[in-house]
């Protein structure tokens, strides 16, 4: 028959009919470092596992206490501990290596000097009804409910030969361990941040006018550049503004797309000037960039001088 336990530190001991659970609960204990167990699989969870990932968080928030993060190595506590208990038929939080809770967590990278907890349950093969086993247990609900805890690792495991065949685990920790993520239903997993782009940068530029009768051009050119050559091509496009200097006299407008090839730092922007025989002050004109592809924009504003020489 079902068999139900309840234990806290220092251990106090009930029993009931239908289930049977264990909760141990810790306060800043640093365990002593044993043989690391084997191996799991990054985070992994079943659908009843999930399942018991929201039904924790959403209790959580309806007491206003944060979502729990589902640590990797919590998980694969978690996860040894009811496979261990489910093959060698036994119900406790000592498992068959002789490891309490804090040891066994330590041994599987969890080693930190914080608040750490472990309920089990056995009996009960769906979340909800494994949840509801623990709400309804004092020590349990109170480490479901604990705001020290920050992580959570969630395992269960069936064995149709076993005494209780179904057997549950939580581990609960006080750090955010690197490998953590959110409990599936608990919010979206967040999204890594994209890469930074090149950011690009465009210098003044000056050039003498020349002379000329006819509306002959020159070139001016403007460096483009990045800080550190890319692995791809960085692409902006430019566009010339009138300053004192107006287009079709002065110089011809222009607009289009200035690339930077992939492994260089810099690339140009030209612009045609028109020769004139006007003597008249020197004249400015304004080039801007905006982007286009794989690129960003750290200075996008240039200004050609247009020097006179009449």
Not at 84 to 107: C, E, I, V, W
Not at 236 to 261: C, E, K, M, P, Q
């Amino acid at each position: 028959m079902p068999r139900s336990v309840v234990s806290n530190l220092p251990k106090v001991a009930s029993f009931r009919i239908k289930s049977a659970l264990v909760a141990m609960i810790g306060a800043l204990l640093l365990a002593p470092l044993v043989g690391r167990s084997p191996a799991y699989a990054a985070v992994a969870l079943d659908s009843e596992e999930a399942a018991f990932c929201t039904l924790i968080n959403d209790y959580r928030a309806s007491r206003g206490l944060p979502a729990l993060m589902v640590s990797e190595r919590l998980a694969n506590t978690a996860e040894w501990h009811s496979a261990d208990m489910a093959a060698k038929n036994y119900f406790s939080h000592t498992d068959s290596l002789g490891r309490d809770p804090f040891q066994r967590m330590t041994a599987f990278g969890y080693g930190y000097s914080t608040y750490r907890a472990e309920n089990i349950a056995a009996g009960n093969a769906t979340a909800q009804a494994t949840f509801d086993q623990w709400k309804n247990s004092s020590g349990h609900n109170a480490n479901m409910l604990n705001g020290n805890y920050k992580v959570i690792g969630i395992g269960k495991a069936t064995n149709a030969a076993a005494t209780y065949r179904n057997y549950w685990t939580t581990d609960f920790g006080g750090v955010v361990d690197p490998g953590a993520v959110p409990c599936p239903g608990s919010g979206p997993v967040p999204t890594p941040p994209a890469p930074a782009l090149p950011a690009v940068s465009i210098s003044d530029a000056s050039a003498v006018e020349g002379n000329s009768s006819t509306g002959a051009t020159k070139a001016m050119k403007f460096k483009v550049s990045i800080p550190k050559a890319n692995n791809k091509a960085v692409k902006v496009t430019f566009s010339t503004v009138n300053g004192t200097a107006l287009a079709g006299s002065d110089y011809l407008a222009a607009s289009g797309t200035a690339t930077i090839r992939a492994g260089s730092t810099s690339g140009y922007v030209t612009v045609k000037i028109v020769k004139d025989k006007i003597r008249e002050a020197s004249e400015t004109f304004v080039v801007n960039l905006a982007p286009a592809a794989n690129s960003s924009i750290a200075d996008g504003s240039a200004t050609g001088t247009i020097v006179n020489d009449d």
